[in-house]
């Protein structure tokens, strides 16, 4: 009886269980997010380099115009390489979207897990604060802050993070209020550990899982808040242009159904899906216990 | 066709992630009569609810029915296809689950719930099906029958919504009913009345029955036949008595010898001249509001005085509620006391850990329940056991290392464990690893809060014995808080008895086994089952004194254990405070009556265990 029972005992296949984290079975959704997300990334990160013309240069007579050798994607309203301007375009799009995201991610948890760890009138004053930022409509707060300090990349940035870290830092925070009752967080806390440490060490890596999934959801976004600004004129601005403002450019060629207007919303769409269908997976994997 | 269940060379494969299979259930077979129960019994693992769900062609998500035949009645179950296993669920098998909480739904009424599979079966109106019930809940003994059912799942008792899920499972008359560990989350003192009930019921209507259990001592009492499993296979098939009294296989007499209590030997510990290691004394604490005397709202221990004395081990008993985890989470510092002191190594020790000292961290460690929570899924082995080492010790990568391995091997754990993470590793093995990390930090004091009660009886008793090993290797004192008796009794030499957040009995190991005892105190001890048969029939009847206070008493002085007390003094009990008083064979009791009258009341239940000499 004295003998170990856990270690000698016990079945082969018991006594260590294999890890279960090799090959998993992928849904063929998430594969297809993935290669459009990469696409995308790939896009915003060397497209500049791989443009055939000039964005702004007027390289062409005809405007408007249909696929061709020359113009894969057409001409725009002034008859500029549309594919050259997608391919600027996309760096703006994802770059942005994706600089404000991480940004309004990282106030989040910060914000969230501070308010955790801290005593009661540091947690009520944050949330407080937060309430009030997510009561105002995210389009209006941008219109307004645009209306007065006028339109720049750095204030797109500046507002989308006032825009979506208050529901990061919620979602952070409620999880966070689960995992600080873990014993394991109880634990810590009687070993005499930092909160810095515990928030860092103990808590942050089991809340990775919602919060990645979170980040996607907020970045995807962030990408349609960035592209409405622009296509409204108040977001990116000229000569610049990002999808929302190439939509916004050629919108006069919609009736004629020209590629000029065609594809810079199939960009923002096939971005958007690829990104939804790659949370998708990672949280179901989530959910399996991964 | 005398057989009301067939079962074949039953099989059940799992599918694993990577497309491998693994066959969890390996081909079992066996009968059962009409009227009769078979135990299905086993440790976690051993495919015994897998079994039991087959009966009902289900097999759980991941696995899937392989092969063999299962007859219930005059049904091929695994020829079933979905329509067919819905005509057959609830109403030809039903099924009785481990968790009551979690198998109700918590926003519907309970009368709602217990109807539904006859409504669903169509087999009466709503009106008959509500009488039905109240039928059946008066046949289970439930309070207010008639009432009962107008609450929600939170308003009545883990045992009584036990018992109300049986008449949820009996109302559509099914063939065969399946149990799966309908006891399990019980106090002992509770189990004992449901057992009482189910075996009632069983009897009066002759139900077939499938009771799923890990527990011997349990099954003796409920079942006919035995089928003890192993890792999918059958160790052992015979009746209950055969089994009891003459087991043929290796495996079922190591389930018996964990199921035995231990013999209680004389405790070696001799209490040292010098002040307690440990001073607990007047500790109130609770949770909740304070009010203005600085008291909680919500009082969960009064006045509590342990001292523990260096190399000391003390026992805390006592059900769910009565305040034992909160007492260590009190010394571990997470909950602030509201009244009394503690004195740790003759210095005040603060009640908020902001205030204590990283010596103080050092010195006391709480291992926790439940090893799954206790122990960070995101981290390995070698990080959770290091990071003691780093903060209590300083020390450097190489000497964390080197310590490690000591403490796996101190917990006898391969070496291999180093590098994998708490969800790769069996119950038991975390529960080592949950200890190990205690030991790196090497405390004076490790207050266990029931390390044992999540694990299997086989693993459960090697982790005992690796406490008192590691106690006598390395002079540890503990303050095992657990709500199992026999195994307080094997490692403590004190042990303190809480019940409703008051000590009622202090006394040592040997005088807890022999008599008089404080009527809680001998309550639990008699309600721990023993395994021979008909031990449930010898057990009395629980009393209910539900007599209205006299004016003018105090209910917060009185004996709180005065409504369930056999020995309950009328005029007295519900009128003064109890004292406390010191019984000849050394016991502290709070109660009014005197060791004479309790020794005189106690002696015609005897409750000697198996091995144990009085």
């Known amino acids: ?290 | 066709m005398t057989d009301l269940v067939e079962v074949i060379d039953l099989r059940v494969t799992a599918d694993g992630v990577d497309g491998s299979e693994t066959e969890i259930v390996k081909g079992v077979s066996f009968t059962l009569r009409k009227g009769e129960v078979m135990a299905l019994i086993g440790e976690s693992g051993s495919g015994k609810t897998t079994i039991a769900l087959s009966l009902l062609g289900y097999a759980r998500e991941g696995c899937r029915l392989s092969g063999g035949t299962v007859r219930v009645d005059d049904i091929q179950v695994l020829s079933l296809n979905n329509a067919q296993l819905h005509k057959l669920r609830g109403r030809t098998v039903a099924y009785i689950a481990q968790c009551a909480a979690a198998a109700f739904n918590p926003s519907k009424r309970l009368m709602e719930q217990v109807i539904e599979a006859a409504l669903i079966h169509g087999l009466m109106n709503r009106a008959q099906a509500r009488e039905r019930a109240i039928e059946l809940f008066e046949a289970l003994a439930l309070p207010n029958p008639k009432t009962i059912g107008e609450r929600y799942p939170h308003q009545v008792s883990g045992g009584q919504l036990q018992r109300v899920m049986a008449a949820m499972a009996l109302i559509t008359d099914p063939v065969l009913i399946i149990l799966d560990e309908p006891t399990t989350a019980l106090d002992v003192t509770t189990q004992i009345e449901v057992l009482r009930t189910f075996k009632k019921v069983m009897r009066e209507r002759g139900i077939s029955a499938v009771y799923v259990s890990h527990d011997l001592a349990v099954v003796a009492q409920m079942a006919d036949q035995i089928l003890v499993l192993k890792s999918g296979s059958v160790r052992e098939a015979s009746t209950i008595d055969q089994v009891l009294l003459a087991p043929t296989d290796i495996y079922t007499r190591e389930l018996m010898q964990a199921a035995q209590p231990p013999n209680v030997t004389q405790s070696l510990f001799v209490k040292p001249m010098q002040n307690a290691l440990l001073q607990i004394s007047g500790l109130t604490a609770g949770y909740g509001d304070k009010d203005s005397q600085g008291l909680p709202a919500i009082k969960v221990l009064y006045d509590i005085n342990i001292d523990l004395h260096r190399g000391q081990s003390i026992g805390i008993i006592g059900e769910s509620g009565s305040g034992k985890s909160t007492l260590a989470r009190s010394i571990a510092g997470l909950l602030p006391a509201a009244r009394g002191e503690l004195i740790f190594g003759g210095q005040r020790l603060p009640g908020i850990l902001s205030k204590r000292t990283p010596e103080q961290f050092r010195q006391i460690q709480l291992v926790h329940q439940n090893a799954d929570t206790a122990l960070n899924p995101s981290q390995s082995i070698a990080q959770i056991l290091s990071r003691p080492l780093q903060i209590y010790r300083r020390m450097s990568r190489v000497q964390q290392q080197k310590r490690v391995m000591e403490l796996l091997d101190l917990v006898q754990l391969p070496a291999s464990v180093i590098s994998r993470y708490p969800s790769e590793l069996s119950g038991g093995q975390k529960q080592r690893v949950n200890l190990a990390r205690a030991l790196a930090a090497e405390p004076s004091v490790i207050l266990c809060d029931e390390v044992t009660s999540a694990l299997d009886t086989v693993v459960g008793a090697a982790i005992v014995a690796l406490l008192i090993e590691l106690r006598r290797e390395l002079g540890l004192s503990y303050l095992f808080i657990s709500h199992d008796i026999s195994t307080v009794k094997e490692l403590c030499d004190e042990v303190v008895v809480l019940y409703a957040g008051h000590q009622v009995e202090v006394g040592s190991r040997q005088t807890l086994s022999r008599g008089p005892l404080h009527p809680y105190t001998d309550l639990l001890t008699r309600s721990v089952p023993q395994m021979r048969r008909h031990w449930l029939d010898d057990q009395p009847v629980p009393v209910w004194n539900t007599v209205p206070l006299p004016p003018g008493s105090d209910p917060a002085v009185l004996c709180t254990f005065r409504n369930r007390c056999p020995a309950h003094i009328k005029g007295v009990c519900d009128t003064i405070a109890p004292p406390l008083k010191r019984f000849p064979q050394g016991n502290l009791v709070l109660c009014h009556r005197s060791a004479e009258d309790l020794a005189r009341m106690q002696y015609h239940q005897p409750w000697v265990s198996q091995g144990e000499t009085v």
């Open chain 1, 1 to 290: 009886m004295s003998q170990d029972n856990a270690t000698s005992q016990r079945p082969a296949e018991d006594t260590l269980r294999q890890p279960k984290k090799k090959s998993v079975r992928r849904p063929v959704s998430a594969m297809i997010g993935a290669l459009l997300v990469l696409f995308w990334l790939f896009v915003a990160a060397f497209g500049n380099f791989l443009a055939p013309f000039d964005p702004s240069d007027m390289v062409s007579q005809d405007i408007f115009a249909s696929y061709s050798g020359t113009h894969m994607l057409g001409t725009d309203f002034l008859g500029r390489d549309m594919l050259s301007r997608i391919l600027d375009g996309a760096r703006y799009s994802v770059g942005l979207a994706l600089i404000s995201t991480v940004l309004a991610c990282l106030t989040g948890v910060t914000l969230g897990l501070l308010a955790v760890l801290s005593n009661t009138w540091v947690d009520e004053a944050v949330s407080r604060i937060m309430d009030a930022l997510i009561s105002m409509p995210s389009k209006m707060l941008a219109l307004v802050l645009v209306s007065v300090f006028g339109s720049s990349v750095p204030l797109l940035i500046i507002m989308a993070v006032l825009a979506y870290s208050p529901g990061c830092f919620r979602i952070c925070r409620s999880l966070a209020l689960n995992i600080a009752q873990m014993e394991y967080v109880l634990v810590a806390r009687s070993r005499g550990e930092s909160r810095f440490y515990i928030a860092a060490r103990e808590m942050l890596p089991n809340m990775m899982g919602p919060i990645l999934s979170d980040f996607g959801m907020r970045f995807v976004f962030s990408v349609l808040l960035l592209s409405g600004m622009s296509f409204l004129g108040l977001g990116v601005q000229l000569p610049a242009a990002d999808l929302g403002s190439l939509v916004r450019e050629n919108i006069s060629g919609l009736s004629q159904g020209v590629p000029a207007v065609l594809w810079p919303a199939i960009s923002l769409g096939t971005l958007t899906i690829g990104v939804n269908l790659l949370i998708d997976s990672l949280s179901a994997r989530h959910r399996r216990g991964f």
